[in-house]
Structure formats: structure tokens, C-alpha cells
């Protein structure tokens, strides 16, 4: 099979030639350790771990206050959307100016022959969540619900044009992007979900013609149902700290493909190489035995994940995935 027919198999519940593998992201440095120092872009990455998908991305943006920390990596301090005045601050570029996904069309020209590419972005609860702050949004559910509801609103309309104008680049999928939950929870209630996001959620969904998945790390086990009404095809990455993707195949496997969950919290960042064989393997059995999976880590390849342990995956995906 080419990369686009296995993950498209996988997509439809059916079982390829061998597992796919892809990720949401992974960070540019993960390329230092493999390639020792040698010019490569992004995409040599993908293609020296052998994954059949890559991604190319478009989001409105987050406002919400930005800091370095010691190490170097920004992180966001808090939202910056705390009052009706500050909607003023929101100005999101024009979602059907053609220009906007001119680096989506350069990713399909370059790679679509080799690779199936999705395209990345999210459906307006991550930018809410993030723009207003938890604290700013959790007093806002009982003070002031029509401003969740407004930025909710605005994001979701932009999202839902911008993606209708990306599915004439020639992309093979969109993958929506919303973290709502912890290890423990979500992060509202699975009420809140269905009456204020859900509905948002689908003026996404109702424009997307091509296959579709879904990524939100921690325990979305509350909300699983509502995902897969929602039409999604592959849910992700099944966190391993907070669901047991055992359960979830023989829960959900009937009905959406899953993607994951190789451990981010230990495995990949503190494993041994043996480790990470052993879990890629487990995953690969229990869950991919009859199709309807994608390997993946259980969020993205990051910088401090170890070369020798994201080449393991690699190699314990050839060696087992075809099983």
C-alpha cells in the first residue's frame, strides 16, 4: 500500500498492510539527533521514521500572554481575554484570503506523492480555553455565559471558513485540535460539552468532506460518544495516563479508528529503548490486531524525547506493525 491507501484503511476501520504511523507534530530538533548535524527540513524527519502522514497547519491566533523560560521554550502565562472590552483585541486574519494556506498548497505540491497530509488547526474550544484564561472562563460560566458563548462563536466561524477554503488545497484530512481535558477530568462539565461546545463544534464539522480526527490529550472518555456522532474518523492519541486504550477499542474500536498512545510521560522521554519496543509492540496487538489504528506518540515527538527511543518506535512499528 502507499502511505495515503494505509492510513486511509485505518481511517475506515479497515487493516492495511501494516499499522500507520503518524503524529501531530514533532519538533524540528527531533531531526538533530537523527541526522547528526546535516541539513534536512522538516519533512526528511517523517520520512527517516517512515511515517505515512505529515501535517501542515493554519490557526487563528491565541491571545493570551507569552514568556521564556529558562530553558528556552515559550509557554503562555495566561489568556488575555478576561472582560467584554477585551473582545477589541481579537483580530483574526480573513479565513478566505487564498494567501492564508499558500504553505498548505506548497506542503501538497511537494509531498503529496509520498505522504498523506492532514491539515491541522482546531475547532474554537482550544483558543477559548487558552484566550480567557481557566480561571477567567470558569468564573465566566456563571457570571457571564454569552462571553464564552461569543468567543466561542467567533472562533468557530473562522475555523469552519478557513477549513472550507483548505479542502480545495488538495490536503487528504483535517485534524481538529482541542485540548478540554486533564488526566483526571475534563475541564468543564460533559453537559457543557454537549449544549454549548458541541453545537460549535459541528458548524466545523458540517463543512468537512474529507476524513476527519481529533486530538485531545487527558480523559475525554465522558465525551468519546459525542465525538464520533460529531462524524469524527480517528480520535487521538487515547492518553495512556488517563484512558486504557484496551478498553477504548473494545468500547469505540467498532466505530472510530484509534491513534496513539505511545507513552509520553515515561516511555519515550525516560524509557530505554527496550521499553519502547515492548510498549509499541503491546499496542500494536491489542489494538491494531484487526485494523482501525495509527501509531502515534501520545501527543507529538518532542525535543527531549531521546533519538535512540524515537528510532525504537520506528523500528518496533517495522518489525511488528505488518503482524
Given at each position: 500500500?502507499?502511505s495515503?491507501?494505509?492510513?486511509?484503511?485505518?481511517?475506515?476501520l479497515?487493516?492495511p498492510?501494516r499499522?500507520?504511523?503518524m503524529?501531530?507534530?514533532?519538533?524540528?530538533e527531533?531531526?538533530?539527533?537523527?541526522?547528526?548535524?546535516?541539513p534536512?527540513?522538516?519533512e526528511d524527519?517523517?520520512e527517516?521514521?517512515c511515517?505515512?502522514?505529515?501535517?501542515?497547519y493554519?490557526g487563528?491566533?491565541?491571545?493570551a500572554e507569552?514568556?521564556?523560560s529558562?530553558?528556552?521554550r515559550e509557554y503562555?502565562a495566561?489568556?488575555?481575554?478576561?472582560t467584554?472590552?477585551?473582545l477589541?483585541?481579537?483580530?483574526?486574519?480573513?479565513p478566505r484570503?487564498?494567501s492564508?494556506?499558500?504553505?498548505?498548497?506548497r506542503?501538497?505540491?511537494?509531498?503529496?506523492d509520498?505522504f498523506?497530509?492532514?491539515?491541522?488547526?482546531?475547532?474554537?474550544?482550544?483558543c477559548?480555553?487558552r484566550?480567557?484564561?481557566?480561571d477567567?472562563?470558569?468564573?465566566?460560566l456563571?457570571?457571564?455565559l454569552g462571553?464564552?458563548?461569543?468567543?466561542?462563536?467567533?472562533?468557530s466561524?473562522?475555523?469552519a471558513?478557513m477549513?472550507a477554503?483548505?479542502q480545495?488545497?488538495?490536503?487528504?484530512?483535517?485534524?481538529?485540535a482541542d485540548?478540554?481535558?486533564?488526566?483526571?477530568?475534563?475541564?468543564?462539565?460533559a453537559?457543557?460539552?454537549?449544549?454549548?461546545?458541541?453545537p460549535?463544534?459541528?458548524?466545523?464539522?458540517?463543512?468537512?468532506?474529507?476524513?476527519?480526527?481529533y486530538?485531545?490529550d487527558?480523559?475525554?472518555?465522558?465525551?468519546m460518544?459525542?465525538?464520533i456522532?460529531?462524524?469524527f474518523?480517528?480520535?487521538?492519541?487515547?492518553?495512556?495516563?488517563?484512558?486504557?486504550?484496551?478498553?477504548a477499542k473494545a468500547?469505540?474500536?467498532?466505530?472510530?479508528?484509534?491513534?496513539g498512545?505511545?507513552?509520553l510521560?515515561?516511555?519515550?522521554?525516560l524509557?530505554?529503548p527496550?521499553?519502547?519496543?515492548t510498549?509499541v509492540?503491546?499496542?500494536?496487538e491489542?489494538?491494531?490486531?484487526?485494523?482501525?489504528?495509527?501509531?502515534s506518540?501520545a501527543?507529538?515527538l518532542t525535543?527531549?524525547?531521546?533519538?535512540?527511543?524515537?528510532?525504537?518506535?520506528?523500528?518496533?512499528?517495522l518489525?511488528?506493525?505488518?503482524?
Open positions: 500500500m502507499t495515503r491507501e494505509r492510513v486511509l484503511t485505518a481511517l475506515r479497515g487493516k498492510d499499522v500507520p504511523f503524529e501531530w507534530y514533532y519538533d524540528r527531533v531531526g538533530d539527533g537523527i541526522f547528526g548535524g546535516r534536512f527540513v522538516r524527519i517523517a527517516a521514521l511515517m505515512d502522514g505529515i501535517g501542515t493554519a487563528p491566533p491565541v491571545y507569552k514568556r521564556v529558562s530553558a528556552g503562555e495566561g489568556g488575555l481575554l478576561k467584554r472590552d477585551d477589541s483585541l481579537i483580530r483574526l486574519p480573513n484570503d487564498p492564508l494556506l499558500d504553505h498548505v498548497k506542503t501538497v505540491e511537494r509531498y503529496g509520498r498523506f497530509i492532514f491539515l491541522g488547526t482546531n475547532s474554537g474550544a482550544d477559548l480555553l484566550g480567557m484564561g481557566l477567567n472562563f470558569s468564573y465566566a456563571q457570571d457571564d462571553l464564552v458563548e461569543e468567543i466561542l462563536d467567533i472562533y466561524g473562522w475555523c471558513d477549513v477554503e483548505a480545495k488545497t488538495g490536503i487528504d484530512a483535517v485534524w481538529l485540548d478540554i481535558a486533564f488526566t483526571t477530568a475534563l475541564m468543564f462539565s453537559e457543557f460539552f454537549r449544549e454549548v461546545v458541541k460549535r463544534m459541528r458548524r466545523v464539522m458540517d463543512g468537512i468532506r474529507l476524513p476527519s480526527l486530538h485531545s487527558g480523559d475525554i472518555g465522558p465525551v460518544d459525542d465525538l456522532e460529531l462524524g474518523n480517528g480520535i487521538h492519541p487515547i492518553d495512556p495516563t488517563a484512558m486504557d486504550i484496551g478498553l468500547r469505540w474500536g467498532g466505530r472510530v479508528c484509534l491513534v498512545n505511545i507513552d510521560s515515561y516511555t519515550l522521554v524509557g530505554t527496550e521499553e519502547v519496543e510498549e509492540r503491546d499496542r500494536v491489542k489494538v491494531g490486531y484487526n485494523g482501525g489504528f495509527i501509531l506518540s501527543n507529538s525535543d527531549y524525547c531521546p533519538t535512540a527511543n524515537v528510532l525504537a518506535m520506528r523500528d518496533a512499528l518489525k511488528y506493525g505488518a503482524s
